[in-house]
């Protein structure tokens, strides 16, 4: 019956029935991991944060125990579900604590051998998310490998930049400018283009980056708070402060623009 609700894509029943049975075998290792898996897939479609993070709880609960008795040849899938399990969790939770166990159990699949094309890009997500910068960029170009999204390459000019590596985080940035249809994307692109070409002192290029944002989205804090830098480089101390309190005024907590306001009072 589980078999075939979930089939049938029913990660409800399939939830609601393997409850049913453990209450009758609590250790029962094929229902743990349908369960296990159920309750990750209805985690992530759950529309309230409460119920997602119930499902999410559970999801963990299962496949640990799961692991505790598992099959050889399905081990290696577990232990993929619990990262990616444990990722999802890290990303709903107040406090990011699980970026490691994430890394740890994807890891320990690939390991096992057992093969996904998303184990890279969750790699380097997680791997960011613990500030291992290198070790995420390595992961995010293997991810190149089996899919390339404006949003991946967004994601390596990231940590690129964070690396210090600023000739390649702009490579990767004029691309997604050139191509992307996205404007979020763009938007973010261009913000850390001018951020990169602002410390390389090249204000020509930092305001026109900032300025393209704002043509398209004058609530844009950061590019209002780049544009004072400039400024402030060029000795205009007046459109400088005039810039950073345009930034104070869309984000009230913005901490480097109250920090350029106190010091120019």
Not at 14 to 35: A, Q, W
Not at 159 to 166: D, L, N, P, T, V
Not at 181 to 205: C, F, H, P, V, W
Request: include cysteine.
């Amino acid at each position: 019956m589980l078999s075939d609700k979930w089939k049938e894509y029913d990660y409800q029943a399939v939830y609601d029935t393997s409850s049913i049975l453990l209450e009758k075998k609590p250790f029962n290792n094929t229902v743990l991991v349908y369960r296990g898996y159920a309750a990750f897939y209805l985690a992530v479609s759950a529309t309230e944060s409460q119920q997602a993070q119930e499902y999410i709880e559970e999801a963990i609960h299962c496949l640990r125990l799961a692991l505790m008795d598992a099959k050889k040849k399905t081990l290696g899938q577990i232990q993929y579900m619990l990262g990616k399990a444990y990722f999802y969790k890290d990303s709903i939770s107040s406090y990011h604590y699980y970026a490691d166990l994430a890394a740890y159990h994807l890891n320990e699949a690939r390991l096992l051998g057992y093969k996904a094309d998303d184990i890279p890009e969750y790699l380097g997500l997680s791997y960011a998310q613990l500030g291992m910068t290198m070790e995420s960029i390595a992961a995010f170009s293997e991810a190149l490998l089996h899919r390339e999204s404006d949003a991946l390459l967004l994601s390596i000019a990231e940590q690129y930049e964070k690396a210090q590596q600023h000739s390649a985080a702009k490579q990767y940035l004029f691309q997604i400018i050139q191509r992307s249809t996205d404007d979020s994307l763009t938007t973010k692109s261009r913000g850390l283009l001018g951020k990169i070409l602002l410390n390389e002192q090249d204000y020509e290029g930092a305001q026109k980056e900032f300025d393209a944002i704002l043509q398209k989205n004058q609530n844009y804090a950061d590019a209002h708070y780049g544009l004072g830098l400039i400024y402030e480089a060029q000795g205009d101390l007046v459109k400088a402060r005039s810039e950073w309190r345009k930034t104070l005024r869309i984000q009230v907590n913005h901490a480097e623009a109250l920090e350029k306001i106190q010091q120019y009072k």
